[in-house]
């Protein structure tokens, strides 16, 4: 599997960007995938996901009715749009997938805000949001 997240830049505060995760090699149809961020000095945080499905999706608090992310099955590409962001959204953001998230027993909620974030089985490299004025 490989996770090609693009996207990321310079932008001020209150203005809007979008993340790309290009998915490829992914056999498997029952995942959970989606963006995590780690700002310096802190620890990496789940930040929204999605299952295959679609039908399920995850947002921490601090971005709910601002972040958006939704899935294009032809590109195989999953979606983060932010709006109105904040100073406190400057992050590297990374891309993740959870391999077998329905056959293994867990919600979409569990894996992406509850676990430790090493539990994703697969990342991508990062892409640098830095929101600044």
């Known amino acids: 599997v490989q996770l090609q997240a693009s996207g990321g830049g310079l932008v001020q505060p209150g203005g809007s960007l979008r993340l790309s995760c290009e998915a490829s090699?992914?056999?498997?149809?029952?995942?959970?995938i989606g963006w995590f961020r780690q700002a310096p000095g802190k620890e990496r945080e789940g930040v929204s996901c999605?299952?295959?499905?679609?039908?399920?999706?995850y947002y921490a608090n601090s971005v709910k009715a601002r972040f958006t992310i939704s899935t294009d099955s032809a590109k195989n590409t999953v979606y983060l749009q932010m709006n109105s962001l904040k100073v406190e959204d400057t992050a590297v953001y990374y891309c993740?997938?959870?391999?077998?998230?329905?056959?293994?027993?867990?919600?979409?909620?569990?894996?992406?805000?509850?676990?430790?974030?090493?539990?994703?089985?697969?990342w991508g490299k990062g892409t640098l949001v830095t929101v600044s004025s």
């Open positions: 993740a997938v959870f391999a077998f998230i329905s056959f293994r027993g867990y919600s979409i909620p569990t894996v992406c805000g509850a676990m430790p974030s090493n539990a994703m089985n697969y």
């Open positions: 090699g992914i056999t498997f149809d029952d995942y959970a």
């Open positions: 999605i299952s295959s499905t679609g039908g399920s999706t």
